[in-house]
């Protein structure tokens, strides 16, 4: 069972903000929510997670709702190179390595 | 630092036949789980390995098998192939040791499978 609910597709013009959605009513307590990216025909790339606090790095900033049932994953400036299916998951620690992916929001960078 | 590696690219094999994947996982990284990605769909999770010993599996059949090895390393077994075995199989390794500090899985590029 999806744990996450994400749009399937989205647009963002270049060097725009990319906010992308995600709904994990269902998340407990000790469960993460993470991001990664795939970019057509490579391996999924780790983005960024978090629990509770809203988290930025080089590559994004995630906004997690207080009550945890939803966050957002934006991309400050996006780029044409940002073009790529992005899955949100919800795991806890033990599940770090077994990621249940669901079908992501294709996101697309137009010029 | 090379990452992670998977061989062979890419492969054709034949209904009925067997097939084996190998995986060598990031530099200090001792663990390593298998996908199966479908054209237009997510990764599927097959199993992970740590230590040598299989320690989560996903909903596949027995068919598919695994390997670690001291080294780390891995491999994927799939026997008696299924034309519905056809995608892209990616490896994700990690290291429990650093899992509190360093939460994130690293992807190989994959191996295609095509089963005809």
């Known amino acids: 069972d999806a744990k996450t609910t994400q749009p399937p597709s989205m647009d963002c013009a270049e060097g725009r903000a990319a906010n992308l959605p995600c709904n994990h009513s269902?998340?407990?307590?000790?469960?993460?929510v993470y991001w990664y990216r795939q970019i057509h025909s490579q391996g999924p790339q780790y983005i960024i997670h978090g629990l509770k606090n809203n988290e930025t790095n080089e590559m994004a900033s995630l906004i997690i709702t207080e009550d945890r049932k939803s966050s957002t994953l934006i991309l400050p400036h996006a780029t044409l190179r940002d073009t790529a299916v992005y899955y949100c998951i919800v795991t806890d620690q033990t599940g770090a390595n077994n990621l249940f992916f669901g079908t992501g929001t294709r996101l697309t960078v137009i010029p | 630092d090379a990452g992670v590696t998977q061989s062979p690219t890419h492969l054709i094999k034949t209904r009925g036949q067997q097939v084996t994947l190998r995986c060598s996982p990031k530099?200090?990284?001792?663990?390593v789980s298998w996908y199966q990605q479908a054209l237009g769909q997510g990764p599927q999770f097959i199993f992970q390995?740590?230590?040598?010993?299989?320690?989560q599996r996903g909903n596949f059949p027995d068919r598919f098998s695994g390997h670690q090895f001291p080294n780390y390393s891995s491999e994927l077994n799939v026997n008696a192939l299924l034309l519905g075995d056809s995608a892209l199989y990616l490896c994700?390794?990690?290291?429990?040791?650093?899992?509190?500090?360093?939460?994130?899985?690293?992807f190989g590029q994959g191996t295609r499978l095509t089963v005809v």
């Open positions: 390995y740590y230590e040598e010993e299989e320690r």
């Open positions: 994700a390794s990690s290291s429990i040791s650093l899992w509190d500090r360093k939460n994130e899985a690293f």
């Open positions: 530099s200090g990284h001792d663990t």
């Open positions: 269902t998340i407990s307590g000790n469960e993460y």
